[in-house]
């Protein structure tokens, strides 16, 4: 399609002009995957795996604090899914279920993780969903947050996501020029009114200034383009972390997300927004090795 064609022509263009590099607190490099390079971190241990990828805008960076916590514990993997961070998208890149799980499958083979834990959010939920449905024997369980339901997800795109950007072509563009905007405001409606936004803001607008993307057009139009019975019923097991104070989702049930996932434990984080893993990281990690531990009984 011609809409991620040009994604995948901005993104590059715009990295092959910055002269500026990312803060290297975290060491990351480049895998090959069968839809693209992504960009990863990996604290390399013989641990059990959990993989994180950060909810757009957000990037690798914004999780040293978190990762410093698990890393005692567990071989953690990160990645900028393709279209965010510092993964620049392909131009065949149409942010399907497939494709999501094509890269989190691709990530696993390159570093040769055999089994791992997906600790994904919101929209990357899904390719979550997806991997676990196409290589079960390689997702041991998912712990999610902010991910209900394909159809609520749908109904959440049509609330908050502009209209301009729901359309093809007309979204990358539109969504290539406000992108420094639409992060800085995204702040605002996700996280709770009382939280500091700076330190959010300063990572990602790092990030965006240094050649790093945010096509949220791609995955806003990818996700829509997918069959509600795409997910159908996945008896992994599975935790969700919920925000409770994330603005975004006020309409949004939490327990949809029973509808895919029959069998997943929902626990709300009540003074956390649309981030509750970087939000209250002590909190998280600690019920991230808890669900961790039931699955080694």
Not at 71 to 84: A, E, I, T
Request: net charge neutral; glycine share 6%.
């Amino acid at each position: 399609m011609f809409s991620s064609s040009l994604d995948s022509r901005l993104t590059k263009w715009a990295a092959s002009r910055c002269k500026r590099t990312p803060n290297a607190e975290l060491i990351t490099r480049m895998v090959i995957t069968p839809v693209g390079p992504v960009r990863v971190f990996d604290s390399q241990s013989s641990k059990p795996c959990v993989m994180f990828v950060p909810d757009g805008p957000n990037v690798i960076e914004h999780y040293g604090a978190l990762f410093a916590l698990l890393s005692q514990h567990l071989r953690v993997v990160c990645f900028d899914m393709p279209g965010f961070g510092f993964s620049l998208p392909e131009p065949a890149y149409l942010h399907s279920l497939d494709q999501g799980a094509s890269a989190v499958i691709g990530v696993l083979n390159s570093l040769q993780i055999q089994r791992a834990t997906l600790a994904f959010s919101c929209a990357n939920g899904f390719y979550a969903v997806r991997a676990a449905q196409l290589a079960p024997q390689r997702i041991a369980s998912l712990f999610l947050s902010q991910t209900p339901s394909l159809e609520a997800m749908h109904a959440w795109a049509d609330r908050v996501i502009p209209w301009p950007v729901r359309v093809p072509v007309l979204g990358q563009i539109v969504a290539w020029f406000a992108r420094h905007k639409t992060a800085h405001a995204w702040y605002d409606v996700a996280l709770p009114k009382t939280t500091d936004r700076e330190p959010y803001r300063r990572v990602t607008h790092n990030a965006l200034s240094c050649g790093g993307c945010f096509c949220l057009a791609g995955v806003v139009q990818g996700l829509a383009r997918e069959s509600l019975a795409a997910l159908d019923s996945v008896d992994t097991p599975c935790t969700m972390i919920w925000g409770a104070k994330d603005r975004s989702h006020h309409h949004t049930r939490a327990e949809s997300l029973l509808e895919c996932l029959p069998t997943a434990e929902i626990i709300r984080f009540e003074d956390c927004g649309h981030f509750p893993d970087l939000e209250q990281p002590e909190r998280y990690a600690d019920l991230l090795l808890r669900h961790l531990e039931k699955l080694l009984r």
